[in-house]
């Protein structure tokens, strides 16, 4: 019975072993995906850029038409 539960220690050993680097290789070849994600940032900021001085521009406009028509009416 000694030798069967020396035998299971043994293979947990191997497998926790295992199973740590493992972990610790998976981490080793991650991809650096920083420039990726910086991009993705400047591109968010050019489209968010665009949309505010899109609804800023719609809103002269509809104020400039109204001050017009206002004009009209009078």
Same mark, same amino acid.
């Given at each position: 019975?000694?030798?069967?539960?020396?035998?299971?220690?043994?293979?947990?050993?191997?497998?926790?072993?295992?199973?740590?680097?493992?972990? @610790?290789?998976?981490?080793?070849? %991650?991809?650096?995906?920083?420039?990726?994600?910086? !991009? &993705? =940032?400047?591109? @968010?900021?050019?489209?968010?850029? %665009?949309?505010?001085?899109?609804?800023?521009?719609? !809103? &002269? =406009?509809?104020?400039?038409?109204?001050?017009?028509?206002?004009?009209?009416?009078?």
């Amino acid at each position: 019975m000694k030798k069967l539960k020396n035998i299971l220690a043994t293979k947990r050993a191997k497998a926790g072993l295992l199973l740590t680097s493992t972990l @610790g290789s998976a981490s080793a070849f %991650a991809a650096d995906h920083t420039e990726t994600i910086n !991009a &993705a =940032v400047a591109d @968010g900021t050019t489209n968010y850029t %665009a949309i505010i001085t899109g609804v800023i521009t719609v !809103a &002269a =406009v509809g104020f400039a038409i109204g001050m017009i028509i206002r004009q009209f009416n009078r």
